[in-house]
């Protein structure tokens, strides 16, 4: 967290909203290019960029807005802006809109879950770190804590898959699994207090934990097709049983298929 003394903006001659954001942006994504920016690095505080760049503060604020969602920068609340450090990931918004738009249908999700899902699991049954796999454990441990709990359950859920894709090594595919999952769990945590018994989803991923660490790909693609093919079914559970008094979207989404 060193203050940057030495990073160069340039001012901005003339304005227009859409024009300062994109200049905010270009500005931002050049310092990173050079390495003037690295990931953990704080941003100068708004005022001073804000001056320095030559622009308003709420123009600002929208250049930094659009690079979070691009998954570039983090706000802290109360200390700052960051550049983001860790596992690449994108914001879920923007597919959120995307699906919100284009009435993605939760078989749409399933399936792209699963072609991407279903190789990543194999590859990290090759790749995992012993560090990976710990968290792995870790996530599974906390979806048992959580059978009577059926919000937790999801976060662990959600977090365990985050952690297959880490664990593939791929960070695209990483990322991939992050905000596809981050759209689902949107969607989910309003149908998934009404479920059931979590018994046989921990199996499963019990199932794909194990063939992951005994290093066995093709073990772990198939856990994981059978798991996300019994999560679908379940989802369509949820829905039909209470779809109609609660839940349009699903209730919209089964008109769509
Ligand atoms: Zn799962």
Do not use: C
Not at 48 to 55: M, P, Q, V
Not at 191 to 214: P, Q, V, W
Request: net charge positive; charged share 25%; hydrophobic share 40%.
């Amino acid at each position: 967290m060193t203050s940057k003394p030495l990073l160069t903006f340039q001012k901005m001659r003339r304005a227009n909203t859409a024009a300062t954001t994109d200049f905010v942006v270009a500005q931002i994504s050049e310092l990173i290019a050079r390495g003037d920016l690295k990931p953990g690095d704080r941003l100068p505080p708004e005022r001073d960029l804000a001056t320095r760049i030559g622009i308003s503060r709420p123009s600002l604020r929208a250049g930094l807005r659009s690079l979070i969602a691009m998954g570039i920068l983090r706000a802290r609340q109360g200390s700052g802006t960051y550049i983001a450090e860790g596992p690449p990931a994108l914001d879920s918004e923007p597919l959120r809109m995307l699906a919100a738009l284009h009435g993605f249908t939760y078989a749409n999700m399933f399936e792209a879950r699963r072609v991407i899902e279903q190789s990543v699991a194999s590859m990290a049954a090759e790749r995992a770190t012993p560090e990976q796999l710990t968290t792995l454990a870790e996530e599974l441990a906390e979806m048992y804590a959580s059978l009577g709990d059926p919000q937790q359950y999801l976060i662990h859920d959600i977090r365990f898959h985050r952690a297959i894709g880490a664990a593939s090594g791929n960070p695209i595919l990483a990322t991939l699994v992050e905000m596809v999952s981050g759209v689902m769990y949107e969607r989910r945590r309003t149908t998934i207090g009404r479920a059931h018994d979590f018994t046989e989803s921990l199996e499963k991923h019990r199932e794909i934990y194990r063939a992951i660490r005994a290093r066995r790909p093709e073990k772990a693609r198939l856990a994981m097709q059978e798991h996300l093919t019994l999560a679908e079914r379940a989802y369509d559970t949820e829905v039909e049983r209470y779809g109609a008094e609660s839940s349009n979207r699903g209730t919209n989404e089964k008109k769509r298929n």
